[in-house]
């Protein structure tokens, strides 16, 4: 019963009966529709009584009225019994999935398997020293951390690394491993093949984040090239790419978007040799080229230079 009330599709109901609601706006407060009032002592001319999309309860801002749904119904049906039954009614209008509940209940990271056992998320107020030293030298924002659901390990297989899991459709499929001590070789490593969901081949890093309406897109080689180019950017594991990897671009952008392609300045050859596979899709492709370094160590107003640059 209290089911067929929580759930009884009140909109619908009222569209039926002809009564006018708001959705937004003034004297409508979250999670509330508002009607005017109609109770007959009322002075209201607007729409100052407010129904819970939830519970379905009601309060007039204008006469103080309030009451259960079945106060209201029995208002707006002119039921004068106190024995009415409201059952086929609740029935008739019932929501073909129960009010979801949007109460932010704190959602607790669930950890994906594929991360390493000893991955630990980062959180902006208790930043390791490592972590935090990493992001200073390279002039990165703290907010990356929540935005890239970054994390490390202190140890097992990756001991002091950040670790930057890598999102395909909001999962995550793989992820990067990033020295912070400066002492281990090679700095970066991604996860094997027969851990991740999708081949290190196959993906690219920041994927999840590029959209049909950018103008341009950023082709760049490494994490904190992203990290600094920001949510049009996308990296490669390296210099390295596969055709896969190019045609997954396509899937996402638009062919209009610009692409500007910004590898580190030592690779030059390896920039045009990308230009020239990238697929046909793309009409407009550039080749950004760096006079030393990489994207990575480039200052704000360079980047924004660089975005600014008409192709
Ligand atoms: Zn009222």
Request: proline letters at 5%.
């Amino acid at each position: 019963m209290k089911k067929l009330y929580k759930n009884f599709d009140i909109k619908a109901f009222l569209d039926d009966e002809g009564v006018e609601y708001w959705e937004h706006g003034k004297n409508v407060g979250k999670d509330y529709i508002g009607i005017q009032c109609v109770f007959p002592t009322c002075t209201d001319t607007s729409n100052h009584l407010g129904i819970n999309l939830k519970h379905k309860g009601f309060k007039c801002l204008a006469c103080e009225e309030t009451g259960s749904l079945s106060v209201l119904l029995k208002q707006i049906l002119h039921i004068k019994s106190i024995w009415y039954d409201f059952i086929p009614l609740l029935q008739k209008y019932q929501l073909d999935d129960y009010y979801i509940e949007d109460k932010p209940k704190k959602k607790k990271r669930k950890k994906s398997k594929i991360l390493p056992p000893e991955f630990e998320y980062l959180k902006k107020k208790k930043l390791p020293p490592l972590v935090y030293n990493m992001l200073r030298d390279r002039k990165l924002s703290l907010r990356i951390i929540k935005k890239y659901s970054l994390g490390w390990c202190q140890f097992g297989d990756y001991p002091l690394h950040l670790i930057a899991p890598i999102f395909y459709n909001d999962e995550i499929v793989s992820y990067m491993a990033m020295d912070l001590t400066g002492k281990t070789s090679p700095k970066y490593q991604i996860c094997p093949n027969d851990v991740s969901h999708i081949i290190k081949d196959d993906i690219l890093y920041g994927v999840d984040g590029l959209s049909k309406d950018m103008e341009q897109l950023f082709i760049c080689e490494g994490l904190v090239d992203k990290w600094k180019l920001g949510k049009e950017a996308i990296a490669f594991f390296g210099k390295r790419f596969t055709a896969n990897q190019l045609y997954s671009i396509t899937e996402r952008v638009s062919p209009k978007t610009i692409v500007k392609i910004i590898l580190d300045s030592d690779a030059k050859k390896e920039a045009d040799i990308l230009s020239l596979n990238l697929p046909a899709y793309f009409k407009n492709i550039f080749v950004v080229s760096l006079k030393k370094g990489d994207p990575a160590n480039l200052s704000k107003k360079e980047i924004s230079r660089i975005k600014e640059v008409e192709a």
